[in-house]
C-alpha cells in the first residue's frame, strides 16, 4: 500500500496535467460561454440556456488518465515499482480526484443556482433537466462520470501498451463493426423508437449514475488484467 500511495503522489508532480489543464480548460470554457450568453439579449423562450461545456474537464481528464499509462508507467517500472502498486496507485489517484473535482463542481452548481445562472440565467456547472435532485446523488453524477471516463482511458493506453498499434487498430475495428452493426440492425428492424424510449424512460440518477458505475467495474477489472502483461 505505501508503494500505491507513493504512485499516487507522483501522479501530482506533474500537477499541470491532472490539475492545472483540466480546470484551466474548465475556467475558459465557462468564461467564454459566460461572454457568448451575456451578449444574448433576448429570451430563449426555453428557460435557462444550457451549454455543454461542462464536458471539458471530463475529456481532459480522459486525456490525463491515458499520458499516466503511456508517460508515466515506464518510469514507475524503471524505478522498481510493480505493476500491482502502480495500478492501485492510479486509482486511489483517481478516485481521489473524482471525489475532490465532484465537489467543487457541486459547489460551483450551489453558486450558479444562487446567482440565478451568474446574473445572465446560465446554466453551465448544473445537470440538464433537473435529472438529479437528490444531493447524494447529483454529487455522484459528478463523480461516476470522471472514473468511467479515467478507467477507459487507462484501458485504452493499456491495450496500447500491451500490443501496440495492432492492437490500437484491432480495438478500432471491433469497436467500428460492433456499433456499426448494431445501427444497421437497429434501422433495419425499426428499433430506433424503440431505443428511444427507453432513454426516455431511464431517471436522471440511473443515466449518470448507475449505468456509469456498471460500465465502469468491468473496465477497472479489464485494465487490471491488461497491466499484469503490458510492456513498459
Known sequence: ????????????????????????????????????????NEPTGAGQPITGGLASIYVVMFVACVSSITQEFPFAIGLGITRRSFYLGNVLQLVGQAISYAAVLYLLTLVEQATNGWGIGLRFFGLPFGWVENPALRFLAFAVPFLLLGFLGIAIALVFKRW?????????????????????????????PAVGGWFADQSGAALLVGWPALLTLPLAVLSYLAIRRATP
Not at 480548460?25 to 460561454?33: D, T, V
Not at 478500432?172 to 448494431?182: E, M, P, Y
Open 1 to 40: 500500500m505505501n508503494r500505491a500511495l507513493t504512485v499516487a503522489r507522483l501522479q501530482f508532480v506533474a500537477w499541470p496535467g491532472v490539475v492545472g489543464w483540466p480546470w484551466g480548460i474548465l475556467a475558459l470554457s465557462f468564461l467564454i460561454n459566460l461572454a457568448l450568453f451575456a451578449t444574448i
Open 164 to 192: 501496440g498499434v495492432n492492437g490500437m487498430l484491432t480495438l478500432s475495428t471491433v469497436a467500428l463493426v460492433g456499433f456499426g452493426g448494431l445501427a444497421v440492425l437497429a434501422t433495419w428492424r425499426g428499433w430506433w
